[in-house]
């Protein structure tokens, strides 16, 4: 599994809890705090969610005008199925050393707005999130690859 290779597409950040994210093109991810910046980060086992471009073209298909940042995805990723790699897998993006801490998460109550509108979201099942391990800058165009 080791030396499989990504990119990333997109680093977004939301100022505000419960606002759409929006794509910066660079941004550091602090060691065991994610991205200080965005409304998500903090002490906790979810500092940096990622989603791969695979699941936008999934919404896609089903009719979903979606794009980077509407799932609330800090990395948008091209080239690796992050929702298929088991917790505790660590990720090189860019600088940054990530741990996979969880996959999927509960909707909100009634769905988000994606969902009220297709009958699905991506993100409940296929959203991942992690934890940073070692600090460093990512950026869009950075690769991504497994490490262990």
Known sequence: ????????????????????????GRAYMEQELGISEDAHSGSWHRQISLLSWSSFKKMHALGAEVGYGDFAENLTIDGIEVAVLPIGTQLKAGEA????????????????????????????????????????????????????
């Open 1 to 24: 599994m080791t030396n499989m290779l990504g990119k990333v597409m997109a680093v977004n950040i939301s100022e505000k809890k419960g606002e759409k994210k929006h794509n910066v």
């Open 97 to 148: 050393l990530l741990e996979i801490t969880q996959i999927g998460k509960e909707c909100h109550n009634k769905g988000c707005a994606i969902k009220q509108k297709t009958g699905t979201c991506v993100m409940p099942i296929e959203g991942v999130f992690a934890r940073v391990l070692n600090p460093g800058w990512v950026a869009v165009d950075d690769a991504v690859e497994i490490i262990s």
